[in-house]
């Protein structure tokens, strides 16, 4: 409050801008407008208030990370960051519709109207210490994982803590410059993807940036430079050191990024899939599995990126649909009856991943409706279709049971008629039911049979078949 009266009192001309006080360090690159061609007007308007507000309360204020990234490479932003070398306490106090967040590493997130802007003071290099060529910290763990990075530091150090050049870039919306530390410009340009600092050290502080790699490379259509690609495949292994629920949220990034096809193929091409999704390997190695997960990406590929919703839920259904056939078809085997078979199935194949992934329990629910619903599209007599189809997941089920048809598990004929049985009219559908009712029926009644192995009448041709 003081400070803004101050500001008020002493105000400046108005028409020099606050920031022009403010100056990089030696090692700053400045990038004008007239060269890199972003202007005030392409920013969002909370970033932009939220850059201005603290310019004309006296400090620094720049977009950042992945937004300034975007904007050249004329991809809209899906988030704004803002680095400022204000304090949490210090920005909460220039905004009332704002709030610090988080302990470890305090942010402040600003709102203007539905939208919020993430606000975060430059912070410092925590880089493990040399020590006699044998790297020491205190902050990390044994494989030198950062555990702590939440020192202030200059605005240098804060460019240098980041993940990639083209990440590390500071557009100052009040004088439209770019201030780049580290040739993120010229890379954004070379459409090169380089980690800053040494590739091997980086990665070790935090191997969830292997990820991000990949992600962003497929995201931005970049090459990723040969230096930081080189020690991925031989550091994948310390991904099992990352939290599960962080590993989660950057999986779900990559996989609703638009381009999660291109990323778990590159994924795989660099031998970081082990662990991430179990069995992805595996069932990527059976034609028909690699069949349906490909058909399922890119069919979400396709509506993230003509801005449609997409289920989490669903999706990673359908990435553990092989794994749950394979569970239930040994369980079937085993002597276990078809619907028992397939729940037990459901829960071994949920509570692996719970461990592993740390999918959260919220999408229990979903994947185990769209799985429990499989075998019920088979039944198309009697009441039965009119019944599945006022299930409140019968959407999500149908486009599930219709990936299935299109990989080649289930007789495309399943999917057709259960296509015509939704647009037909109410006459229309009752004579479209099968007739085979009475026939199953008298054959329950005579004494309930073992399913022999490749018999999968019930289950639309699915388990036998499928797994080996
Ligand atoms: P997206 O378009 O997916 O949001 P992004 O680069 O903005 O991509 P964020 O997770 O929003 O990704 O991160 C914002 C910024 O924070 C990054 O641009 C980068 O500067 C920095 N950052 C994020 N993750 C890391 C990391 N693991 N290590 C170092 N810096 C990181
Ligand atoms: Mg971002």
Known sequence: MIRKLLHRVFSRNPSVPVSSSYFPSAGAHIIPRKQHGITRDHINPCALKVTTGLQDAGYSAFVVGGAARDLLLGLEPKDYDVATNAT???????????????RRFRLVHVMCGAETVEVSTFRGSTSPDEDDGVTVSTHADEHGRLLRDNVFGSQEEDAKRRDFTVNALFF????????????????IKAKRLRIIGDPLQRYREDPVRMLRAVRLAAKLDMQIDADTAAPIGDLAPLLQNVPPSRLFDEMLKLLLSGHALACV??????????????????ILEQ????????????????????????????????LLWHEVLAAWNI???????????????MNDVLAAQNKKLAIPRRYDAIMQEIWAMQPRFIGRSGRKPFRLLEHPRF????????????????????????????????GEREAMLLKDETQKKRRRGRGRQKPASGDTADTGGSVANVVK
């Open 395 to 426: 959407r999500a089920a149908y486009d599930f049971m219709l990936l299935r048809c299109e990989s080649g598990e289930v007789d495309m004929e399943l999917g057709k008629w259960w296509e015509a049985f939704q647009r037909a009219s109410s």
């Open 88 to 102: 949490p306490e210090e920005v909460r106090a220039i905004f009332r519709r704002s709030r610090i967040i988080g």
């Open 172 to 187: 100052n919306p009040v004088s439209e410059e770019i201030w780049d530390y580290l040739n993120g410009y010229d890379d």
């Open 331 to 345: 369980r079937q085997t085993a002597g276990e009856k078809l619907l028992p078979a397939l729940h037990q199935a």
């Open 287 to 318: 034609p028909l599995g690699e069949r349906f997960i490909t058909l399922a990406l890119k069919k979400t590929d396709e509506r993230v990126r003509q801005e449609k919703p997409v289920s989490p839920g669903f999706l990673f259904a359908a």
């Open 265 to 282: 193929i590159d994924l795989r091409t660099r031998g970081l899939h082990h662990g991430l999704l179990p069995m992805l390997d595996v």
